[in-house]
């Protein structure tokens, strides 16, 4: 696979210019650079969800000119996005068969071409299997398996390892090598410098737009790769200067959640979280944090107490919650903290709209808003041709960064945090973990959530394990290891 020259313009902003891409057959091929790079819309080009403004792609040789996602399916390409696109109500193999109908119908044969996939490749999966009752690694499966059913021979993998734990990491990796060893392609789209070094055959570096470098994983470190994305060296959330103090500024007790038709989503969860304190909780993704969250925000029904200093507030609203000072970046930030469609101005009052600089009295105070707008794009580096652009059309990184902006200009006494730098390049990571740990040192609570271990043994004071909604252990993070952790995030161990 070739791509030259290529140009791609929208209105203020050009994403792509002059980007070059050589891709050899049965490689593993890693995209790195910064959020607002333009890695996502070169592969949205290659994909055939994009046209080029100028420029050529070439497959085996031959220029081609795709225009929709089924042209680059047909050409053999097939992408895994970010965000799983499956349907949880449907088994794995409706989920794998579905739009595919015709390749081999949806009955005996495409059961066999399934299973006959999935062993070839080490894809284990059962295809009767309802898909919310997978865990994280088995869906990403699923969708690897959806892209080779279409006959995919080069894959694309947007930040694959973004939600799994280190065991699952490696499972991943095997089918990757399993995938080149059968003479497959695959693009591999990661912000984990480590992991790229681990598993690639060739580096491509991106910065602002265009190619800087194409590198062999044998030639440089990870700082090396750092400096070329960003120009400054790899940055590591470790922190041992403790800042805790003995005022409890969140007291959970007996926090318990239902689940319609099951068992509970959270059962008896208690912990404190003192003035100066970051918690983290680890967890494979759907054991309970999400519903976790929510029971503390107010969005969702539970039982037990919840107090924010010395107030009970678990009959309160969840604005009278905000209102109070807690802050909240939530896990996915396109459904949960934006309006895409709305100005960056507008984001900035969400949840916020009836506090100053947004609101004067009873009435909104869009003068205050848009000027608090812009202090926030200044200080927190968000990258935008204005403050009137839609969300929608800024990168992963600078929409969070906004989010963190927005929660952090409330001074909140308790920031919940779930996930918040996932999908940012090391740089918005970096900056992230700076104010968070710069709130901290000022007396702020923080209930970290994070499928980044790292991440989380780097910021936190204290790290609980939750595995089917108990909190099943506490780790210290001055000693624990992530594959420690991991191990106890799936029940294999202490």
């Known amino acids: 696979m070739r791509l030259t020259g290529i140009l791609k313009r929208y209105p203020g902003v050009v994403a792509n210019h002059d980007v070059h891409l050589t891709v050899a057959r049965g490689t593993v091929h890693a995209l790195v650079g910064e959020n607002g790079a333009g890695k996502s819309t070169l592969m949205n080009i290659l994909y055939g969800m994009q046209r080029p403004d100028a420029g050529t792609i070439e497959i085996d040789g031959h220029e081609v000119t795709f225009t929709s996602p089924q042209h680059a399916i047909r050409a053999g390409i097939g992408m895994v996005h970010q965000h799983f696109m499956l349907a949880d109500n449907f088994t794995v193999l409706e989920n794998v068969v579905l739009g595919a109908e015709r390749r081999h119908g949806i009955g005996a044969a495409a059961r066999r071409r399934v299973l006959e996939i999935s062993a070839a490749y080490g894809l284990r999966v059962d295809p009767d299997a309802l898909v919310e009752d997978l865990g994280v690694g088995d869906r990403q499966r699923v969708e690897i398996l959806k892209v080779l059913y279409r006959g995919a021979r080069t894959l694309i993998l947007d930040e694959p390892t ?23 392609t695959v693009l591999f789209i990661s912000h984990k410098l480590d992991e790229v070094l681990a598993v690639a055959d060739a580096i491509t570096v991106v910065r602002r737009g265009t190619t800087v470098a194409s590198v062999s994983p044998r030639e440089v470190t990870a700082r090396r790769l750092a400096e070329l994305m960003v120009g400054s060296e790899l940055p590591s959330p470790e922190t041992r200067t403790s800042t805790v103090t003995d005022r409890a500024v969140l007291t959970v007790r007996d926090l318990s959640v239902e689940r319609p038709g099951g068992p509970p989503a959270v059962d008896g969860v208690s912990f404190t979280i ?3 304190e970051i918690l983290g909780i680890a ?4 054991n309970g944090q999400a519903e976790l969250v929510e029971a503390i925000l107010g969005i969702r029904r539970s039982t037990g107490s919840v107090a924010l200093g010395d107030d009970e507030i678990e009959t309160w609203s969840t604005r ?3 209102e109070a000072g807690i802050g909240y970046i939530p896990e996915d930030r396109h459904r949960q903290g934006l309006l895409l469609d709305a100005p960056l101005w507008e984001n900035r009052m969400l ?15 869009l003068r205050g808003a848009r000027r608090d707008t812009e202090r926030i794009v200044r200080e ?8 009137d652009v839609p969300a929608g059309a800024l990168s992963g990184g600078n929409q969070q960064k906004l989010i963190v902006g927005r929660e952090m200009s409330h001074a909140p006494k308790v920031l919940v945090a779930a996930h918040p730098t996932r999908g940012v390049d090391v740089g918005a990571q970096a900056a992230i973990w700076d104010h968070i740990r710069t709130a901290r040192a000022n007396g702020m609570g923080v209930l970290l959530v994070s499928a980044d271990l790292d991440e989380l043994i780097g910021l936190s004071d204290t790290v609980k394990v939750i595995l089917r909604g108990r909190l099943v252990a506490d780790a210290d993070p001055a000693t624990v290891t992530p594959e420690r952790l991991g191990s106890a995030m799936t029940g294999a161990g202490e």
């Open 351 to 365: 949840g916020h709209q009836t506090q100053p600089p947004n609101a004067r009295g009873p009435f909104l105070d």
């Open 274 to 276: 003192r003035a100066g």
């Open 283 to 286: 967890g494979v993704e759907g």
């Open 380 to 387: 927190y580096d968000v990258r935008t041709p204005g403050i």
């Open 320 to 322: 009278r919650r905000r």
């Open 162 to 184: 973004a939600v799994l734990v280190p065991q699952e990491v490696d499972e991943l990796f095997g089918n990757l090598r399993e995938l080149k060893n059968e003479g497959l």
